[in-house]
């Protein structure tokens, strides 16, 4: 399956490009994603699946799912 | 735009009765069962290596539970939104007075005090850095390992000797401005429980409860999950609330006693240790062409962050954006440090950044008017952006922009217009009057590079009323009762059905910060699409009851109707009943995330914004020129919030932000001489009372409405502190004639200037 | 934190034994809107407390006889400010109450609890000075009358012996003749300690013509002073706005001011001078003064 990646601001380190597709098999977990993608720091990190907020690492991914990665910010 | 019945008016604070009769309980008034007491052992020194920590004779003390130290850390010792830089508990050094060296937990505040005086520590002080130029040099006592600039932004566009060489007028000038102080009326504190699952509950004033969730869970290395943190209400925040405060030493004890936990800071404590706005020296060269067009500006920010980074990066991101007013200039050269000193710690505060720069840029505008014999509101009128103009950073005003119909409202209001004759009655001879006016915009959100996103809820209670969850935190400026009357507008029923959840980690999903004039837009924008999602599940089971497709279902105000046989209805209450029967849930969840400005600068994140809001702003003063004395008399604030959801809500924040610009402009300044503040409290730090108020605040709302915004609004949280300060110093000049690069203008610093006038 | 003793005596005979029983570890708390912030910040650490609230000798504004007013020592600012007497005898008092702090310390703070504390910067003081009041002040060794202007020795130093109090104050009183003001400068409205405060009573004999002329600086020197230049310079002359400006210029010459968190050395010293000239601005330029 195909899944839309996204990094978002200081996260970008983690790609060549802010936003690409990768493709994983049946089943896969963010974990995988984030394993590939070598993220070390997994606690002040934010992502969202297909726009809502994922906490365990066992989420399951699918197919054409949009992941958006960044670190948690803020700002004026 | 579509029909409203709650958005538009006057609706009273949900909060009002329960806050004028003093019977809502703020969280640091939460009591629980065997609930211990925190200190905070702070620095004695403002910069010094930690040689011994020694915290036997404490743990000694009766009544003492326990004393922790950096070793009981489990996590990353280490807080900041954007770079932890800021220790929990600090190990080997210590870089301002606020410097948390060791955390007492104790059957008793005064036990866990007594504690802390027993706690042995051992330093070797190191040479201080207090002056944030000067910390800039090679030859600078390093504050952290990195070097003490912590950002440095610059942005060139144009040629800006080229303009410098062909104006008519040009006025360069250097500002100074203060460490003001956010004074929320509940210092940093706070609650904790925790479970037999070890689950952790802190209740504390903040202003996004999500990443306090994260930062807490990167101190305690634990999953963010079992992490619960409620924000509302929070007795005032202004900023100074969203860093870390307590929450990470009320998360510790907890974790370390199994008991639950209060900390509750001093006033003196909070001055020491807690946020302040970032002082700023801002060097500015302004020129204009002889018909008032601003031709070029340059600009030198030095902005002194303290011993930490918080938003001091963003914060000076953010001036440099604002740093030639709301006006086009087409040459710019713009450059701004953030630099680390041993000077308490500065972050985000109400204006992030726009406050300081306003000043400067303004006071330039009003020289550059004089210098030509031009209407102050004429040059303000001729730069003022337009949509579709290009800003200052080379971005195009592309959403909506209401500079002018502010700057319009202004010139119609009854201060402008009678000026003359309000300025010709001073109450004595020696004092004069004068009349000062000052706009400015407001990047709303967190700017282009930054993930800047919105969840609400709303789901339907077995008795027909709507649960709504925004989790931005209500910090007092009001938004929940701004989200009630949206969600109220959205989903189509009463105010009186709407159960409001904010800024519960528990009970809300994550809707981003209470900051950055940004809440109402966000939230506003998540609950429609929320409200959407609703309806949808509305319609089904409405479409079963009254036997028509669900394609034929139309929500009205308190009912689902049949388009095709009007007769048909039920209400939301009997749609809630059989929600009930049929063991179904109906909610709606909404996912926003904030549309950016497509310039990209390379290499910032932050900057440019999308979207402003706008704001012109009018004083009265009279100025005592045997004592320096300044009173405002009367303000005009004439505010562009987009659409305002609750007019009487604008109101409160405009003359709320025209006091904190008033005190910011005259008297409000956290002194802090070699590390050591001296400001401790407020007897000597200088809050406005309320004689010092001016007798009149009018305000006027310049609606100018935002198509992406819920219902048109934007957000006015921040701008309404700003324009009133330079708005004030300009009205200074005009009663006597001295322009004040320094602010506090403080009665002695406007009697100097008014001395040295005298002197040919 | 150990506690600390509260006791509340009766009468000022039980006041004067428990302050002989506890010495220097007791102190006498009216008002508290000083003592309470000095506990507070752990400045001092009494062991015990004495509240005078309740002693009806420390109570009261009156006339003592027909030439003299009598002030209580527990009588608070609001009090003083608000009394028909004071403000026909003394009204440079009166104004002075009620400028200081906030209604919540006008309704707490004491007239003997801002001459105790002997602040250079106690706005009741420069009042009394210029009213020149006497302190009655009580001991074990029985009463005794200090002048107000001897009773300051320096910043929070008086000739208050250990175990003696504050009972109250007597002044003068004034006749219709007399005008006077009073003025504080602060970094706000209210809530304010003075940067500089000036009180000034004088004979009216016509306009801008002054006799018996007293003039009083609060917060230029360790202590309240009288400025006795400037009031031989305003004495028996014809002021006019010109003249008034320059012998109020003259108030530097009394005044020795600090630098502090408040204001600068040089500001006070200006400061002394124009209030003072803004004062008797007012004074000429309403003429039914006199």
């Known amino acids: 399956m195909k899944v839309n990646v996204c990094l978002f601001g200081p996260m970008q380190k983690y790609g060549d490009k802010d936003k690409f597709q990768m493709e994983f098999e049946e089943g896969a977990t963010l974990a995988n994603l984030l394993d590939r993608l070598k993220i070390e720091d997994r606690i002040y990190i934010v992502i969202l699946i297909n726009g809502r907020r994922a906490y365990d690492e066992d989420e399951p991914l699918s197919d054409g799912a949009e992941v958006l990665i960044m670190a948690p910010t803020g700002g004026g | 735009m579509t029909k409203t019945k709650w958005v538009g008016t006057d609706v009273t604070r949900i909060d009002a009765k329960d806050k004028v009769c003093g019977t809502l309980e703020y969280m640091s008034d939460l009591s629980f069962p065997n609930m211990i007491y925190g200190a905070v052992l702070r620095s004695k020194y403002p910069h010094a290596l930690i040689k011994k920590i020694d915290t036997k004779r404490a743990k000694e003390l009766d009544g003492v539970v ?255 954006e604002h740093s030639c007013g709301a006006y086009r200039v087409e040459n710019v050269r713009l450059e701004g440090f953030c630099v680390y000193t041993n000077n308490g710690v500065a972050g985000a505060f109400r204006g992030f950044g726009a406050n300081q720069v306003t000043f400067a840029v303004e006071t330039q505008v009003d020289m550059i008017a004089e210098k030509l014999g031009m209407d102050r509101l004429e040059i303000r009128k001729k730069n003022g952006l337009r949509k579709g103009d290009i800003a200052a950073l080379g971005h195009k005003m592309e959403a909506s922009v209401g500079l002018l119909r502010t700057l319009e409202a202004a010139e119609n209001s009854r201060l402008w217009q009678l000026r003359e004759e309000l300025k010709a009655k001073p109450g004595a001879p020696h004092k004069k009057r004068g009349i000062g006016i000052a706009c400015s915009f407001q990047g709303c959100g967190l700017g282009k590079g930054l993930p800047d996103y919105g969840a609400a809820t709303i789901e339907l209670l077995p008795n027909g009323q709507f649960a709504v969850g925004v989790s931005c935190p209500e910090i007092g400026q009001g938004n929940t009762t701004a989200f009630v009357q949206i969600a109220a507008d959205y989903i189509r029923c009463s105010i009186d059905d709407i159960v409001m959840l ?259 | 934190m150990t506690g600390i003793n509260v006791a509340i005596p009766k009468s000022i005979d039980e006041t004067l034994e428990l302050l002989e029983k506890w010495g220097p ?138 175990c003696e109090m504050v009972l109250g104050v007597r002044i003068p009183k004034l006749d219709k003749e007399y005008i006077s003001f009073f003025r504080k400068l602060g970094q706000r409205k209210s809530l304010a300690i003075s940067i500089v405060s000036v009180a000034f009573v004088a004979k009216c004999q016509g306009p801008g013509l002054f006799t018996d002329v007293r003039v009083a600086f609060g917060a230029v020197a360790p202590t309240v002073i009288r400025a006795r230049t400037v009031e031989n310079a305003i004495c028996g002359k014809q002021l006019d706005p010109k003249t008034a400006e320059y012998v109020s210029k003259l108030a530097f010459r009394d005044c020795v001011p600090i630098t502090d968190v408040r204001g600068s050395k040089g500001y006070r010293e200006q400061m002394a001078c124009n209030l003072l000239y803004e004062g008797l601005l007012s004074l000429l330029s309403c003429s039914e003064a006199c």
């Open chain 2, 66 to 320: 326990t004393v922790l130290t950096h070793e009981d850390v489990p996590g990353l010792n280490g807080f900041g939104i954007a770079i932890p830089d800021q220790p929990v508990l600090c190990r080997d050094k210590v870089r301002y007075m606020g410097d948390a060296i060791a955390l007492v937990g104790a059957e008793s505040k005064e036990i866990a005090e007594q504690a802390l005086e027993l706690i042995e520590v051992e330093y070797e002080p190191l040479p201080i850095v207090d002056d944030p130029e000067e910390a800039m040099l090679d030859t600078s006592p390093l504050v952290h390992e990195t070097g003490n600039i912590h950002n440095h932004v610059k942005i060139e566009r144009g040629d800006v000797e080229a303009a410098f060489n062909e104006a008519y007028v040009v006025v360069e000038n250097t500002y100074f401005t203060p460490r003001q102080m956010h004074a929320f009326l509940e210092p940093e504190s706070g609650v904790a429980t925790i479970d037999d699952d070890k689950n952790i509950t802190i209740w504390c004033g903040g202003q996004h409860p999500y990443r306090d969730q994260l930062q807490v869970a990167r101190a305690l290395g634990m999953n963010p999950r079992k992490i619960r943190i409620i924000n509302t209400p929070a007795g005032g925040a202004f900023g100074g609330k969203d860093e870390i405060t307590v929450q990470i030493y009320l998360a510790l004890l907890v974790l370390h006693t199994d008991r639950p936990a209060k900390i509750v800071l001093s006033r003196e404590e909070s001055v020491i240790a807690g946020m302040k706005r970032h002082p700023m020296k801002i060097y500015m060269k302004t020129a204009a062409a002889a018909d008032g067009t601003i031709l070029a500006n340059e600009v030198r920010v030095v902005s002194d962050t303290g011993a930490y980074a918080s938003l001091g990066g963003p914060v000076i991101g953010f001036a440099i």
């Open chain 2, 502 to 760: 904010s800024g519960d980690t528990g009970h809300t999903l994550d809707s981003g910060t209470s900051t950055a004039s940004r809440s109402v837009y966000t939230g506003g924008n998540a609950l429609k699409l929320a409200a959407g999602n609703l309806h949808s599940a509305i319609s089904t089971l409405a479409a079963e009851i009254l036997s028509v497709p669900e394609s034929d279902i139309d929500i009205e105000y308190g009912s689902a109707v049949s388009k095709s046989c009007p007769e048909k209805t039920v209400s939301f209450k009997k749609i809630a009943e059989l929600m009930v029967e049929r063991g179904k849930t109906i909610k709606g969840e909404g996912y926003f995330i904030w549309p950016v400005s497509e310039t990209e600068l390379e290499g910032y994140v932050g900057i440019p914004h999308l979207l402003y809001s706008y704001i012109t702003q009018i004083a009265l003063v009279e100025v005592n020129t045997l004592t320096g004395e300044t009173e405002v008399l009367e303000a005009v604030s004439v505010p562009d919030p987009g659409k305002a959801i609750n007019p009487q809500g604008v109101e409160g924040q405009s003359e709320g932000g025209v006091v904190m610009g008033m005190g910011y402009a005259l008297t409000e300044d956290t002194i802090i001489e070699e590390g050591i503040t001296l400001t401790r409290n407020f007897s000597t730090y200088i809050l406005p009372t309320s004689l010092d108020m001016p007798c009149e605040i009018e305000t006027i709302i310049a609606e100018e409405l935002e198509p992406s915004g819920p219902f048109g609004a934007k957000g006015i949280g921040e701008a309404v502190c700003v324009p009133i300060s330079p708005a004030i110093t300009n009205a200074i000049h005009d009663a006597c004639g001295v322009w004040m690069k320094q602010i506090p203008a403080t009665p002695e610093r406007v009697y100097t200037a008014l001395k040295s006038k005298e002197v040919p």
């Open chain 3, 25 to 162: 570890d007791a102190a006498i708390i009216a008002g508290g809107t000083d003592l309470v912030v000095e506990l507070k910040d752990k400045l001092k650490s009494w062991k015990a407390l004495i509240d005078i609230g309740c002693v009806p000798e420390v109570r009261g504004i009156r006339e003592a006889d027909s030439n003299h007013v009598w002030i209580g020592a527990m009588s608070t600012h609001a009090e003083i400010a608000s009394s028909t007497l004071v403000r026909d005898t003394a009204p440079v008092l009166a104004n002075a109450c009620a400028q200081v702090g906030s209604p919540q310390i006008r309704n707490r703070g004491t007239i003997g609890g801002n001459i105790s504390t002997a602040s250079p910067a106690g706005d009741t003081i420069p009042a009394l000075f210029v009213l020149e009041a006497s302190v009655e002040i009580i001991g074990p060794k029985g009463t005794r009358i200090v002048p107000i202007e001897s009773f300051f020795q320096g910043p929070k130093k008086s000739v208050l012996a250990p």
